[in-house]
């Protein structure tokens, strides 16, 4: 959300344009700044790799705007749902509703309302409203945080390269996405995090969005990366797809240093924020460093004129 | 919005499926019921006919949305805009920035914020908030009120088949959407309007709309419908296209008879609120009565398996 995520060169444009921070929800300015709201879509040929169950998009089309009140260590309260929607069985629809009803009951919120028309091709766009009495923000970082990441890295994209490698797995790690809603609740009434967001578009880019706002640097390290087990069957790359590839929808948090995440068990420190000047690095497992490229999710769109 | 538009059997089975009331925006349960939300989306297949200028694009999925707020005597605040963007040259993007942007400064709304993503059809879906101290609902007529609209039937689709016949003219009669934000406001004050929806999907279905969601009639008459001038000059039945054609983005509202109206000059009296029993009925020019039929935007559409 705020044209923070997708593809990175429009965003960018955007956000001069209308002169937005980027952050992963927006704090409207009521009811004391406390009510976020968040939209995010998915669509089929972004999303949703071929042979997708239609359960899975309508619980991945909510997910994904949960986790960004997740990511601002807000509870969500409910949401809204445009579906563009195409030549379409009965069944499939059904199904769709379905998996959007059991993400909205898994994380109890209401579907509020929503919108349909016609398209050529399925997108759900969803629009989630949350409420945070001291919303964790993009901003916020120092040198000398700790930096934290929840869950695994590298879910989404082992998921990714199963189903389209056609393993009979991968589905449910790509696309029943199970944000961070408690953890991010957690580490807002710590007072120990400094600034939160989700990785949804992968961790090396997300700590180069983190690094524009805070005008920091980071150091992270490969031997502490929480990877995901499936990940290591794969193969492929297992850093290059946990730092790259995105989809994964974990918190990635800064904590401060005296603290140490004490009380906030579900969080791994995977590294440190350091100064801007020091960029953007990895400590590879044989000590030697390593800059983090500024790529991820979206990363590949190009206007059509500038290709 | 409230999948109370688009495609009719599609909003049929999720509002029993979420057990949704039918209203142009969500009301949050939040700062006493005066927070309004809603989400619509624009599609290039469904919106906008071929040759459509992005500028017209941008204006047109913001202003859908702050009509939603309109149609329910809110005073739109802001707005996200999430936008599923295919090949594009960079300038067509800056176009549609700039639609969206004229829409928000004419009707003094920020862009908080919004997601882009790529997809094979550009589609736009905004969310718009809103407040409204005392919203206009649906739910509200009873017989023996006054029927009274906005503006003029019919412009939208004037300007549709202007386009599409290539008549030089249009794009701003389907596109240029006006949402009748004062006029929202003045209703909701004045305390005589009884409901209130926009009548985007055409007359004649959001007559059938809000006779189902308040179990009355209507009654009204063809010699008082504010038909668009310029649609009397198309080859056309204006009159079909009044009433079935939708895009009109007017108030449709409910009057107490006894206040007739009055200090509300900007709209139209077109006829009354009856029985149920008595239909949705229309008194032609010639003293005989038609019944209107349940149709307009968004009605062809069909499931798959159900063609």
Redesign the interface.
């Known amino acids: 959300?705020?044209?923070?995520?997708?593809?990175r060169n429009?965003?960018k444009?955007?956000n001069s344009?209308?002169g937005?921070e980027e952050?992963d929800c927006?704090i409207?300015?009521?009811?004391e700044g406390k009510?976020l709201?968040?939209?995010?879509?998915?669509?089929?040929?972004?999303?949703f790799p071929k042979g997708t169950h239609s359960w899975f998009m309508g619980w991945y089309s909510l997910a994904i705007n949960i986790s960004d009140i997740a990511g601002m260590g807000g509870k969500p309260?409910?949401a809204?749902?445009?579906?563009?929607?195409p030549?379409?069985?009965?069944?499939e629809?059904?199904e769709i509703?379905q998996g959007i009803?059991d993400c909205s009951s898994a994380y109890s919120i209401k579907?509020?309302?929503?919108?349909?028309?016609?398209?050529?091709?399925l997108?759900i766009?969803g629009?989630c409203?949350g409420?945070a009495s001291k919303p964790l923000k993009r901003r916020g970082l120092k040198p000398g945080d700790l930096l934290a990441v929840t869950g695994y890295l590298g879910k989404g994209g082992a998921g990714y390269f199963a189903m389209t490698g056609d393993l009979g797995w991968g589905e449910k790690e790509l696309l029943r996405v199970e944000p961070r809603v408690e953890e991010g609740l957690a580490l807002a009434k710590s007072g120990s995090a400094t600034a939160c967001m989700d990785n949804s578009d992968g961790l090396a880019l997300s700590l180069h969005q983190l690094g524009d706002v805070n005008g920091v640097g980071f150091k992270i390290h490969e031997d502490r990366l929480p990877l995901y087990p499936e990940l290591l069957e794969l193969d492929i790359d297992p850093v290059e797809v946990a730092l790259y590839f995105g989809g994964d929808f974990e918190l990635i948090t800064g904590l401060k240093r005296e603290e140490g995440g004490k009380d906030l068990s579900f969080t791994k420190i995977i590294g440190e924020v350091t100064e801007k000047e020091d960029g953007i690095k990895m400590v590879k497992r044989d000590g030697s460093m390593m800059d983090l490229e500024e790529r991820g999710y979206?990363q590949s769109?190009r206007?059509?004129?500038?290709r």
Do not use: N
């Open positions: 959300m705020i044209w923070s995520k997708g593809e429009l965003v444009q955007i344009f209308f937005i952050d927006s409207l300015p009521l009811g009510i709201l968040t939209t995010d879509t998915a669509s089929k040929s972004s999303d309260l409910g809204l749902l445009a579906m563009t929607v030549d379409l069985r009965k069944e629809f059904g509703l009803y579907v509020w309302g929503g919108d349909t028309s016609y398209g050529e091709e997108s766009t629009t409203v409420l979206g769109w206007f059509a004129d500038e």
